[in-house]
């Protein structure tokens, strides 16, 4: 069990995909990002296996990530936020994303 203070010591945030590349090197077919957080944040890099979307179906979306988790060297790539997604059957991620427009670099209560 956590407490609620633990709980808000991870930083989830919505930032907008601005740039998605494939990731040859990776082990697993994934992708590589540019996710915008706002101002307070800034533009942050990721990686993640999505490949079940397409990287025009990326671009532009409103995604949830968390921001504050040190950086991860991923084959050469230095990811910076981690992607929220959930695994679906036939072994897909789901994006976590706002239902409706959010505001860029808003935090998940």
């Not at 990731?23 to 999505?50: D, H, V, W």
């Not at 950086?71 to 050469?76: D, L, M, Q, R, V």
Request: aromatic share 10%.
């Amino acid at each position: 069990m956590i407490t609620n203070d633990d709980f808000l010591k991870v930083d989830m945030r919505v930032g907008e995909v601005t740039k998605v590349e494939n990731f040859p090197e990776a082990r697993n077919p994934s992708y590589k990002f540019e996710i915008n957080f706002g101002p307070e944040i800034g533009t942050k890099r990721s990686c993640a296996q999505l490949t079940n979307y397409s990287r025009d179906e990326l671009m532009g979306r409103q995604i949830v990530a968390v921001v504050n988790f040190p950086p991860k060297n991923i084959a050469g790539f230095l990811s910076e936020v981690l992607i929220l997604g959930v695994p679906m059957k036939g072994g897909v991620v789901f994006l976590l994303e706002p239902r409706d427009e959010a505001i860029i670099g808003g935090r998940v209560y």
